[in-house]
């Protein structure tokens, strides 16, 4: 009987420290500022009293100004990125990426153009990972982003942090509906240099396309299933992969590094 007890008890342990916890921020909450402004909001995930990151937007009117999105960790914290905020794709793992301590711009946009990952698409996830005392979790944000001259917002719209494996938006209910009726889409490494692997559940022949920033098509080819692909001569930058099938379209971003 009491070697049961033990065992219950280790149980019980261990399935509560791998518990994931999903939090629906609603309303969304925006850091939104306009004009010649800046605002920064403090975000504690796991509402232990501590502020584990702060969201910071800066805007300027003026010509030539730089506009701003960003987001600070704080001490012992963590973000993915690779210079600047990386956007993660639902799906992602979320323990595997690079991570840095600091402050990091997530999108600029001045008259000499913009920076950052999130251009294509200014809706996406970015992979966090903080203490909790002693406790580490890894963890997901869903920001979506506007940045344009004498504009600058972020609009926090759910997160979910586990000590366990998570990839990004595991855990809410419109997740796990939509990834039962499609298939699930891998793409490392990422950032990537010379090449990288498209991983899909689907060994049916479909088609992926790469585009650039501009939208300009710059490489496409047919898979079946697990397949490598040759990106070396695709300068450093960000870009949209579109794989189509015959039951639905996926859209994936990739980072290259030279």
């Known amino acids: 009987m009491k070697k049961l007890l033990v065992f219950l008890f280790l149980a019980f ?101 913009m920076s950052g990952y999130w251009q294509l698409v200014p809706d996406g996830f970015i992979g966090v990972k903080f203490y909790s005392g002693t406790t580490l979790y890894y963890g997901w944000i869903q920001i979506s982003i506007g940045v344009s001259q004498g504009d600058a917002r972020v609009l926090v719209k759910d997160y979910a942090y586990s000590t366990s494996l998570i990839t990004a938006n595991e855990g809410s209910t419109a997740s796990i509906q939509k990834n039962k009726a499609q298939q699930t ?12 692997t498209i991983q899909t559940s689907s060994n049916d022949k479909q088609l992926v396309n790469i585009f650039d920033v501009t939208g300009k098509q710059v490489l496409t080819q047919t898979i079946n299933g697990t397949t490598s692909i040759d990106a070396s001569n695709l300068s450093a930058g960000v870009y949209n992969i579109s794989i189509s099938g015959n039951q639905s379209v996926i859209n994936k971003k990739l980072v290259i590094v030279k």
Do not use: R
């Open 13 to 113: 342990c261990l399935n509560t420290k791998a518990q994931l916890v999903y939090v629906d921020v609603n309303p969304d909450s925006c850091t939104c500022v306009q004009g010649d402004a800046s605002l920064s909001t403090n975000w504690d995930l796991d509402k232990d009293g501590t502020t584990d990151f702060t969201f910071d937007v800066s805007s300027m009117n003026a010509n030539g100004g730089t506009n701003t999105t960003g987001i600070t960790a704080a001490t012992n914290n963590f973000v993915a990125s690779y210079g600047n905020v990386l956007q993660l794709n639902v799906g992602d793992t979320i323990n595997n990426q690079t991570w840095y301590a600091g402050s990091f711009l997530i999108e600029s946009v001045a008259m000499n153009g």
């Open 185 to 196: 889409v891998s793409i490392y490494p990422n950032p990537a240099q010379n090449n990288f």
